[in-house]
């Protein structure tokens, strides 16, 4: 019997292959993109859980409270926080802590000569490193590779790129011009999917020599990322409340007013649901909701190539129904017609998911590029996902092949045979709020779609408050000692006698690094009763200037006022935090900082420091030697040339570290691109989504007007014009668009709004995006219908009616 059933299908593939192609088209490109967001959201969701106990690891969120309010959320802790937990809570297994440094790292090869790089982050850790995560170590001793002052574990990436082909091990890698450290273990280079990435790991009792006992015993140093491993089972909701308690009694008395939070945060949360302050790679940051968004796009692309399915395969069942008829007259039972045309459903969607992972294999490179992240393709030979193909498939077999199954084998023999109509109100009325569905949903996508590309385009053009066009940033040789205001000197003037150069000016920060030097001011008089945790920057005399930033009151760092190092520029967001009522009135005004008094000489208007996806902060600007970037204004890109000239000056004033440069303009927008390549990502799965409704639309054109080819005829002999016929035809298919809109677009403001939320500084939602929607979907059933129509429209009469 299956074999007949087989038969039977193919032969009526054969006889229907417009339907059929339409069909397998709509079914396979339905799977291959659902397949591929699949594939996608499962990375994004893979972040740190290749750790075997990934779900007993959590990490130390710490939030600020300040007069009843909330000042800051942070990634990082205090030192403390980590023994705290351990020795008091035996629920907590094991602890360690990160914390981030930047430098020169050099190593003298006797072979290969000096070797140097500037290292962006590279973490003091505790020995429990190796406990606490599965990062692997190749060769060494876990547990001593990092015990003791002066330890360095390198990557296998990082041990190439400084070592070469020798033996890293013993050897000797110099921080920063003086601290060397001995080479004790190489590790396997960190997985792209965990939030937390290094090449260089240095031994964390190193800082004792630095900070005394302070990297262990401080509550007011959050510079630390810090991570538990809790005990299998244990109940973190009781474990937070008592530590909480623990906080209140052991810590309220040297908080004071204030309130401190500390907050076990599940590791593998992180990656898509932590937005806070000094995360470990901001700009990998993801958002779950949106992660969520791309996957209910696949659900609704499943949805509308099942849709298709079952709408073609209803709409031509009518013709088919002598089949029916002849079969039920010789015997053939209802169930044995259902097995037919499940059977045909299942041939249909097998020959969709051949199609879809031969689609699936070659556009795999293109999408991983597209998304940003080097996703490897062994899903192929992961049983995990071979279900999901088989879950997939099942199912659309069972939700495209029922309805049809059901409405076609219920035909009545008798009737069927005699000629009468057998067509259902019901049906027509189903097929009917299917294609409303569709459209709805295309039009969903079509406005979360513009409002993405809104958000991304106004968050890249808004003004930043600070001139980052036209600059060369020169990573600094780091490390400060006597003669380097000395060599700075030089440098810098020498740089600007060369042509086409602007200005020079160094700080410790530039825009687009998140300012990690934090510190309390307060008022002397007036004012909040906390000290207000504020960002630090140490600049020059030139940094404003260059930078374009507005003075708003009082005035710049000047030569011209001696003990300006006393002094402190502050922004306007800073004024409103200390309660001034307007920046004027901070101008010579005392504030309290470390033990330190300084004033207020001037107000610099608010920029943003990071993205628009980060609120403004309190920032304070000090007149400090700063080593680590120096900002080259020109007046042209002409990068080559100023480089060039560059080379000897840099040679000559800091022999030891290679010259590391970037384009601002380019480093400063890198954190949108992930939001970029998401919102390429987004757009392409609407796209394929409105394609495959539009395939089902269009067959469903056609049937319908063929179905009323006969009606056709005789309007036209009645009289009808072509355009009034094709007006008739249209209506049929322009009503479901109005009604679709109508349902869709209230949806698409709740959504897009819970979206926007997310931003602190955002769009609003537009009725332009509504109009868009609305005549996109309009015009592109247009577009599929209306050849359809017309065609239908100019045939004659007589070959219509030549049989009636």
């Avoid at 795999?364 to 030979?381: H, V």
Wanted: net charge neutral; charged share 20%.
């Amino acid at each position: 019997m299956i074999a007949s059933y087989i038969r039977v299908a193919f032969r009526n593939f054969r006889s229907q292959k417009a339907f059929t192609s339409l069909n397998v088209a709509g079914l396979s490109l339905g799977l291959t993109a659902s397949l591929l967001i699949f594939q996608y959201v499962k990375y994004e969701r893979s972040f740190d859980a290749f750790h075997s106990r990934a779900k007993d690891i959590y990490r130390i969120q710490y939030n600020s409270w300040k007069n009843g309010r909330l000042d800051f959320e942070s990634a990082v802790a205090v030192p403390a926080v980590g023994p705290a937990l351990k020795n008091n809570f035996p629920e907590v297994e094991a602890f360690t802590r990160l914390y981030p440094v930047g430098g020169l790292m050099t190593y003298h090869s006797p072979t290969r000569g000096t070797i140097s790089f500037q290292e962006e982050k590279v973490p003091y850790a505790d020995p429990a490193l190796f406990k606490v995560f599965d990062f692997r170590l190749i060769r060494g001793d876990e547990k001593t590779a990092l015990q003791g002052p002066r330890k360095i574990v390198l990557s296998e990436q990082a041990a190439r790129k400084y070592f070469g082909d020798e033996d890293p091990l013993g050897k000797t890698i110099t921080y920063a011009g003086e601290e060397n450290f001995e080479v004790t273990g190489i590790m396997a280079n960190v997985p792209e999917n965990s939030h937390i990435r290094f090449d260089l790991l240095l031994s964390y009792q190193t800082l004792k020599e630095h900070y005394s006992d302070h990297y262990q015993t401080s509550w007011g140093w959050y510079d630390f990322y810090t991570y538990v491993l809790l005990k299998p089972g244990t109940d973190v909701k009781a474990l937070q409340a008592k530590w909480d308690s623990y906080l209140l009694s052991e810590r309220k008395v040297d908080w004071g007013e204030g309130k401190q939070e500390f907050i076990l945060r599940p590791l593998t949360d992180i990656h898509l649901y932590s937005n806070l302050l000094y995360e470990a790679n901001p700009n990998d940051q993801r958002d779950g909701d949106s992660i969520q968004a791309l996957e209910t796009i696949a659900f609704f692309i499943l949805i509308i190539a099942g849709i298709n399915y079952i709408n073609l395969t209803t709409a031509r069942s009518f013709s088919r129904a002598n089949e029916v008829g002849v079969r039920k007259v010789i015997g053939a039972l209802r169930s044995q017609l259902i097995i037919q045309f499940y059977v045909e459903s299942f041939l249909l969607n097998l020959v969709a998911l051949v199609l879809a992972m031969a689609l699936v294999v070659f556009c795999w490179p293109a999408f991983s590029k597209l998304s940003g992240w080097q996703i490897p393709m062994d899903f192929l030979s992961r049983t995990d996902f071979w279900i999901q193909v088989l879950g997939v498939v099942v199912g659309g077999v069972i939700l495209s092949g029922f309805y049809p199954a059901l409405v076609m084998s219920s035909f009545k023999p008798i009737a069927v045979l005699k000629g009468k109509s057998v067509k259902s109100p019901g049906g027509n009325l189903l097929r009917k709020a299917l294609v409303v569905f569709q459209f709805a949903t295309s039009v969903f996508l079509i406005c979360g779609a513009v409002l993405v590309y809104r958000q991304l385009e106004y968050m890249k053009s808004s003004k930043l408050g600070i001139s980052i066009d036209n600059t060369i940033v020169l990573k600094g040789p780091g490390n400060v000692d006597s003669l380097y205001q000395q060599h700075l000197e030089v440098f810098g003037n020498e740089v600007t006698q060369i042509p086409g150069v602007k200005s020079f000016t160094s700080s410790t920060n530039i825009p687009g690094v998140e300012i990690y030097w934090t510190g309390g001011i307060k008022r002397f008089a007036e004012g909040p009763a906390d000290f207000t945790m504020v960002s630090h920057v140490a600049i020059d005399y030139d940094f404003i200037a260059a930078f374009g930033v507005k003075i708003i009151a009082g005035r710049n760092f000047s030569k011209d006022y001696p003990g300006d190092e006393k002094r402190l520029l502050v922004n306007r967001k800073l004024t409103e935090t200390l309660q001034f009522k307007n920046p004027a009135d901070a101008v010579g005004e005392k504030v309290s900082q470390q033990g330190d008094t300084l004033e207020i000489v001037g107000v610099v208007e608010d920029y943003h420091q990071m993205s628009l996806k980060s609120e403004l902060l309190p920032m304070a600007f000090m007149l400090r030697p700063a080593a680590r970037f120096y900002a080259i204004k020109v007046e042209s890109m002409d990068a080559p040339r100023i480089l060039t000239a560059i080379e000897n000056p840099w040679k000559t004033s800091f022999p030891e570290t290679p010259l590391d440069y970037f384009f601002l303009d380019q480093f400063y927008n890198r954190q949108y691109d992930k939001d970029n390549r998401f919102g390429k990502v987004f757009t392409l799965f609407t796209g394929l989504a409105i394609f495959i409704a539009s395939l089902g639309l269009l067959g469903l054109a056609s049937h319908v007007t063929t179905a009323r080819a006969k009606e056709i005829g005789i309007r036209k002999v009645l009289g009808s014009s072509i355009a009034g016929i094709v007006v008739l035809l249209l209506q049929g298919f322009m009503i479901p668009v109005v009604i679709a809109c109508l349902l869709a677009w209230p949806l698409s403001w709740w959504a897009t709004e819970i979206w926007l939320q997310s931003f602190p500084y955002r769009v609003s939602t537009s009725p332009m995006m509504f109009i868009i929607s609305g005549a996109s979907i309009t015009v592109i059933a247009f577009l599929c219908v209306f050849y359809q129509t017309l065609k239908a429209a100019l045939l004659s009469p007589a070959k219509m009616l030549k049989y009636e």
